[in-house]
């Protein structure tokens, strides 16, 4: 493959764009200079997701960190959270109908831009360190996301999932902003699958944090218990019509039994954080153990199977760890004085716009997210040139696979060119799913195509 066709931004473009990032409030979001920002974090994101995958110089990382902006990326994602949780349901209420729904729709694909872009740089124990000071606030914004995930799978939350079902395709007639609701909660799925990663890897990186993040996590937030829970009830698995179907690269995929005891990515992440978490002698000398939470933990006992450990063989030791933990009582926990540091973020944006939301909402319902028809035109042509999926498909090395059935695919949606299908019959019943998603990067294009 050539390296040039991996590229979505030169090394100096990157170096500016990490330079001139900022902060902003959440009055300004979906604004001129917010959007921009936007639009330069994309790129950021795709350029560090293509050298990832390349195995290339991971530069954007190196930027984030000799820059000392990791902070403002994690700032960014809750304060698109906070937008998305107080600011949105206003637009929904006052029955809001934009003009083009492509820049809320830019809104609430943020936060899977930056929780993206951390998940991608933060694999790296250098970067953890980097965002010191933030640690907390990420740290709970991932708990916020495990606790939605484990909600969900608790209350068999598969509304709107037609899991590939072409019976459910029927076309609907809702409005955009209904439609842009179904997005969201789309959208936030695979927020809360990114979060596990990122939390992951935020794990592996333990011994090198301050105390004080160790304790948060496992005495102040108990995400060990968090992630048993997952286990317990995977969400990222769905049993219907005696199909088994498992959530894996953005989609939902029917799988045969015994596909169904490979053990996917995110799946592996949970076990591995559990890992790290019960395992450390660091985190078991800092934990404290009490019955309940050691009747939790030894529910693992039961998914420790020879298959999973087949795959995952340094579950071994968590093995006999929870066989020994069952015949003994929990133990003592160290007890010292630590500094917690607390997180500041999500509750400086929540304290300083108490009581302002709806104003905000209708004062950005008449701006900057209801853009007249000469700003939709002026910026028709950056939409575009951002969410250029064409870039890539340098990345494929296996021929495309068809976003219903996963089979080798030839054909692709001759509207927005982003989706892939194997037949007709397959494009036909992904409709439905596919014409939100559709629409939006159509609308970003046909300004400028109308136009030359």
């Known amino acids: 493959m050539n390296s040039e066709s991996t590229h979505v931004l030169l090394t100096v473009e990157a170096e500016a764009f990490v330079e001139h990032l900022v902060k902003f409030g959440i009055k300004d979001v979906g604004g001129r200079d917010w959007s921009r920002q936007h639009e330069n974090m994309e790129k950021l994101n795709m350029q560090a997701v293509l050298n990832a995958t390349a195995q290339e110089d991971e530069f954007i990382k190196d930027f984030l960190i000799s820059c000392g902006k990791?902070?403002?990326?994690?700032?960014?994602?809750i304060l698109t959270e906070v937008w998305k949780?107080?600011?949105?349901?206003?637009?929904?209420?006052?029955?809001?109908?934009?003009?083009?729904t492509f820049p809320i729709y830019m809104v609430l694909y943020h936060e899977a831009t930056a929780v993206n872009l951390l998940e991608t740089?933060?694999?790296?124990?250098?970067?953890c360190e980097a965002a010191e000071d933030c640690l907390p606030d990420l740290i709970d914004y991932c708990n916020r996301r495990l606790i939605q995930l484990a909600a969900r799978s608790e209350d068999g939350d598969d509304e709107d999932e037609d899991l590939n079902d072409p019976s459910l395709s029927q076309e609907t007639h809702s409005g955009n902003m209904e439609e842009l609701q179904k997005q969201e909660k789309k959208l936030n799925f695979e927020i809360c699958i990114k979060a596990v990663s990122l939390l992951r890897y935020i794990t592996d990186n333990l011994e090198s944090l301050p105390l004080s993040v160790m304790t948060r996590m496992l005495n102040t937030l108990d995400i060990p218990i968090l992630l048993v829970q997952l286990v317990e009830n995977p969400p990222w698995t769905k049993r219907k019509n005696g199909k088994i179907y498992k959530f894996i690269d953005s989609k939902w995929q029917e799988l045969d039994f015994q596909e169904g005891l490979k053990i996917t990515k995110i799946e592996g992440q949970v076990w591995l954080a559990l890992y790290t978490l019960l395992m450390s002698t660091t985190c078991q000398q800092k934990y404290d153990l009490n019955t309940n939470r050691k009747n939790s933990i030894l529910k693992l006992r039961s998914h420790l199977t020879e298959v999973?450990?087949?795959?995952l063989p340094i579950l071994v030791e968590m093995q006999r760890f929870l066989e020994h933990l069952s015949m003994m009582d929990p133990p003592a926990p160290a007890r010292e004085l630590i500094l917690e540091q607390v997180p500041e973020i999500r509750d400086k944006i929540l304290s300083d716009n108490k009581g302002k939301w709806?104003?905000?909402?209708k004062k950005q319902s008449q701006?900057?997210?209801?853009?007249?028809?000469?700003d939709v035109k002026a910026q028709a042509k950056r939409w575009a040139d951002t969410y250029n999926f064409d870039v890539l498909e340098g990345l494929l090395t296996d021929p495309p696979k068809c976003a219903v059935c996963g089979a080798e695919a030839t054909k692709r949606c001759s509207r927005c060119q982003n989706e892939w299908y194997c037949r007709r019959e397959c494009q036909v019943s992904h409709w439905k799913k596919h014409k939100t998603a559709c629409n939006l990067i159509v609308e970003a294009t046909e300004t400028v195509k109308a136009n030359g």
Do not use: G, W
């Open 70 to 77: 990791v902070d403002v990326v994690v700032h960014d994602l």
């Open 85 to 100: 949780e107080k600011i949105f349901p206003e637009l929904v209420d006052m029955d809001f109908e934009p003009r083009t």
């Open 121 to 127: 740089t933060m694999f790296y124990r250098e970067t």
């Open 308 to 311: 999973m450990l087949d795959q």
């Open 358 to 361: 709806k104003k905000i909402a």
């Open 367 to 374: 701006t900057c997210l209801n853009p007249s028809a000469s």
